[in-house]
């Protein structure tokens, strides 16, 4: 039987959008106003490679890096020495880039969470990369959907990444359910499917029609599979 239920962020309930453009301006203009001009086409050089170098490493060792490290590395780089007060700016301002052009809900996400609030005990499972669960909880308050959620666990405050165990465990142990008694919803088959049946999690695969196919192999195949958020209660309502 079913108790618990959590759900992926990105592309689960958030549509997902990126922020480098944005990013990248604003380093560009604090460096110019400090006396450190780049050029732009250098900065996002930069940027990019610190970005890709930082993917390798949650790609190994599924560790979170938080923005501070992110922002230290792109600066070496540049051979830039800012003071503390302004890279703690520039941090802060990298971290709430979201809010100045917040994504919005998929498709039938709040209605859902909606239908599923009372009937099961809901949380939230996601990897925050260089957006933090601060800022991601002020955007779902905003979309008025963070009070469903009884947990919201995110990768910069637990130390790990999605599909690591440490993260999904937590959910649990705060959801206060038996992980079989617990199905996870996300769209991609490794960090999500993979990542919650690995703790003894039921999974259900979010393959959205928007997006393209996903093929999964055996370690991943999920328990079931839905094109569009609409399908979940249903789901639930035959696992009771």
């Excluded at 997902?16 to 604090?30: M, N, Q, T």
């Excluded at 890096?65 to 302004?86: C, G, Q, S, Y």
Aim: net charge neutral; aromatic share 10%.
């Amino acid at each position: 039987m079913i108790r618990a239920v959590t759900f992926d962020l990105w592309n689960t309930l958030l549509c997902e959008r990126f922020y480098s453009d944005y990013r990248i301006g604003l380093l560009v203009h604090a460096l110019d106003e400090e006396g450190f001009p780049r050029d732009r086409h250098r900065v996002e050089v930069e940027y990019s490679s610190t970005i890709d170098f930082f993917y390798e490493v949650w790609m190994k060792e599924r560790r979170h890096i938080p923005a501070t490290k992110l922002m230290k590395f792109i600066l070496n780089r540049l051979d830039v020495h800012l003071p503390a007060e302004i890279k703690n700016r520039l941090v802060k301002n990298f971290e709430e880039a979201i809010l100045k052009d917040p994504p919005p809900l998929v498709r039938d996400a709040r209605k859902v969470l909606e239908s599923l609030h009372g009937l099961y005990i809901i949380g939230l499972v996601s990897n925050s990369g260089v957006t933090p669960g601060r800022v991601l909880r002020q955007v779902l308050d905003d979309q008025k959907v963070l009070q469903y959620f009884s947990c919201t666990m995110f990768s910069d405050e637990v130390g790990y990444h999605k599909p690591h165990p440490t993260i999904f465990r937590k959910a649990i142990k705060e959801l206060n359910v038996k992980a079989n008694d617990t199905i996870h919803i996300g769209d991609l088959l490794e960090p999500d499917v993979a990542g919650a049946k690995a703790v003894g999690m039921k999974t259900v695969w979010f393959n959205a029609t928007e997006r393209n196919n996903q093929t999964h192999e055996s370690e991943f195949a999920p328990d079931h599979e839905i094109r569009a958020l609409s399908q979940l209660p249903g789901i639930l309502e035959r696992k009771k």
